[in-house]
């Protein structure tokens, strides 16, 4: 009936396949709380690569990133105007008001494990704290609006439809993607978009869903790297993510710490209270 046709080039999970992913995922979250907290003020983003290899090293796993399409590093590191794919380096020191995020993608035994979160290093200003309560409840609410029957379109809606008001950009030119044996694979899961409208969801598939919504405009340039990518007007960006299945129940969040693999922000992350101009729409 409504799920006889699997959507063209996505492949379904198997119960194997999907705990195998589900061991990847935690791994994941469980590497990039540890670099999470390892944030301070003084460092430089090299230290955080230097990090995950040594934490990949003690659980014998691979950091998907490196060698990527030529990605010289382990991880992304991208601070304050910067969307993603920020290239780790002994030169980028943190300071005390930045936002920096981290995007931890881990191999476990042939599967890809993928999240992402962003963090204020040492106390965040007011701007910085309502851009990232904004972008972490826009991925919760996405999470919400996932599930067997819904479609791609709702996800992006429930991501626009909240951050927009608030006089947020979402970006266009990164998605969410599916994810298993291989980093990318379909489906694309655009981070804006129409309700109703879109590839169905049907138990089996897993993807990224990973909004990142900047301050200004959506729009970006790639800096001379080839890999940075940064605001087009220089203010900031903000990015969550979490690998995520779809399950006969609903959505089950392959990247969550939980045990029950429940809702739980990437990273086990913790913020300042939440701002009241979030409360009140929230």
Known sequence: ????????????????????????????AECLQFLLESVRPGMCTQELDDLQMDFARRHKVIPAPLNYKGFPKSLCTSINEVI??????????????D??????SLIVDGFFGDSAATVAVGTPGESANRLLHATLESLRLAIAAAGPGKTL???????QSFTEPLGYSVVRDFV?????REFHEPPQVPHYGIAGRGIRLKPGMTFTIE????????????????WTAVTLDG???AQFEHTVAVTPDG??????????????????????????SLARLG
């Open 1 to 28: 009936m409504f799920y006889a046709r699997q959507p063209a080039g996505v492949t379904l999970k198997s119960r194997d396949e999907l705990n195998a992913m589900r061991k990847a995922g935690r791994l994941t």
């Open 84 to 97: 993603c794919h920020g290239i780790p380096s002994k030169q980028e020191i943190l300071k005390e008001g």
């Open 99 to 104: 936002i920096v995020g981290i995007d931890v």
């Open 153 to 159: 379109g709702d996800i992006g809606h429930a991501i």
């Open 176 to 180: 969410g993607h599916g994810i298993g």
């Open 211 to 226: 909004p990142m919504i900047n301050i200004g405009t959506y729009r970006r340039r790639v800096l001379e790297d080839g």
């Open 235 to 237: 203010k900031p960006s």
């Open 251 to 276: 959505i089950e969040i392959l990247t969550s710490l939980n045990d029950d693999g429940s809702w739980m922000p990437p990273g086990g992350y913790v913020m300042p209270s939440r701002p009241d």
